[in-house]
């Protein structure tokens, strides 16, 4: 079992950063791969970023690519999500995914920050 809990999460203006992080607990945070999500209202939840086991491998939504980034430090069993020149349309809840593969299937979750971009 993995229990995972986001942070970082806020009101920016549009162009603004945020960094959220993911600190993960109850297993060996490197046997799995990790990945960003998010939930906008009234939208289904969608796929961001992902990133391999040791952070070699990255894969990104083309809506995110350029702006945001994802990393690992495995030794402080944490992920990141460093959100650069953020869009109202980046609004959401943002959520942190543990799986066996980059590409999914995610075993688990946790239970979402909030990102606000006001224009």
């Known amino acids: 079992q993995v229990q995972l809990v986001e942070s970082g999460g806020g009101l920016v203006q549009a162009g603004g950063s945020l960094r959220l992080s993911c600190v993960a607990s109850?297993?060996?945070?490197?046997?799995?791969?990790m990945g960003w999500f998010r939930q906008a209202p009234g939208k289904e939840r969608e796929f961001v970023a992902a990133i391999s086991r040791r952070g070699g491998g990255t894969i990104y939504a083309d809506s995110v690519k350029g702006r945001f980034t994802i990393s690992r430090d495995n030794a402080k069993n944490t992920v990141y999500l460093q959100m650069n020149s953020l869009k109202p349309e980046d609004t959401a809840v943002y959520y942190c995914a543990a799986g066996g593969l980059v590409g999914g299937p995610w075993d688990y979750w946790g239970q979402g920050t909030q990102v606000t971009v006001s224009s």
């Open positions: 109850g297993h060996t945070f490197s046997s799995y791969a």
